[in-house]
């Protein structure tokens, strides 16, 4: 019986800390978006928001342990795509994130996955057994992006302006490589890349 009201209250707990971080988030308005981008139907899942909001620092490193500064990305329509070894649905989008990365190369667009395993080690020698190359991605073994918005799907894609704002997300699978999606990520880029700042949020919240 106390094993179960410990782990009530640990429940209970973590619940009102992602509240309070979501609420954080919320309340950190940067700029006004203007109107959303037409979405076409292979991106009907993707969220825009009417506010662009500050995100916390994340524990972010290379899969060699080395800290990383978002703000290399500054100019850059980043895509933070949160996966983990353990979901199937990743392994199987793999093969499209690579060519994806491909396609963006020289764009304005960059789309890097950010695994979550605790155990950052063990990314590497997972993307050689399913012989997965060239796909770039971080170590994020703290989960600290789960600050941005709580991580309650993977993959979850956060989508940040070219100063790091958060701009807008999207949870579960999208077929990214499709013609439309590519567009549409292009016209993003035109938008958030460089974002105009100049409709400054006069209130908090």
């Known amino acids: 019986m106390k094993l179960t009201k410990t782990l009530f209250a640990l429940a209970t707990a973590s619940l009102l800390c992602l509240n309070v971080q979501a609420q954080g988030i919320a309340n950190s308005k940067v700029y006004n978006t203007g109107a959303p981008i037409a979405k076409p139907d292979v991106m009907r899942t993707v969220t ?19 800290k990383v500064d978002l703000k290399k990305y500054e100019g850059k329509l980043l895509l933070l795509n949160a996966w983990a070894t353990w979901c199937h649905t990743c392994l199987g989008s793999m093969p499209r994130l690579v060519e994806l990365q491909k396609t963006l190369k020289d764009s304005d667009i960059k789309f890097v996955g950010i695994n979550i395993d605790v155990k950052p ?36 894609v956060y989508i940040l302006d070219g100063k790091g704002n958060l701009v807008g997300f999207v949870r579960g699978e999208i077929l990214w490589t499709d013609k439309d999606a590519i567009d549409y990520l292009k016209k993003l880029a035109a938008k958030y890349a460089n974002p105009d700042m100049s409709k400054q949020e006069a209130k908090k919240g």
Not at 122 to 151: C, R, W, Y
């Open 121 to 156: 080690e063990a990314v590497m020698p997972f993307l050689k057994k399913h012989k997965i190359e060239g796909f770039e991605t971080l170590s994020d073994s703290k989960q600290s992006v789960a600050n941005i918005l709580p991580l309650s799907v993977v993959p979850t």
């Open 48 to 66: 825009e928001f009417q506010n662009a909001r500050k995100i916390p620092e994340l524990e972010i490193t290379d899969l060699n342990g080395n």
